[in-house]
């Protein structure tokens, strides 16, 4: 009996999807998970965090948006995971190690400005 609710079971899609989220990763890019509530978008980011090696182990960003939230909610959480550098014409967030930024409940009621 598992009582673990992180528990994931090896299937063909669960290996799938942690091996193109850690290529992702490997080669800096970013990814998007889309899809209906309920159909496994944060396990299946958990599970690949989980299982990254040491050398690639990104931090996890979690940010949950709501009807009250604002840009500068996405800003401040940046703010506390990256370094600001002057660039050409701007200033530059860069993290110190590889980040995971995980945006949930992003379908707001309302269009942004």
Known sequence: M?????????????IRHRQIIKLFMEFNLSVVLCGPPGCG???IINNAHKNMSELLNPKMVFINFSSMSKPKLVTKALEENCRATKGNYTTVLKPDKK???????????????
């Open 2 to 14: 598992i009582n673990d609710p992180n528990y994931v079971v090896n299937t063909v899609d669960t």
């Open 99 to 113: 980040i995971i930024v995980f945006l949930d409940e992003i379908n707001l009621p309302m269009p942004d400005k």
């Open 41 to 43: 978008k944060t396990m």
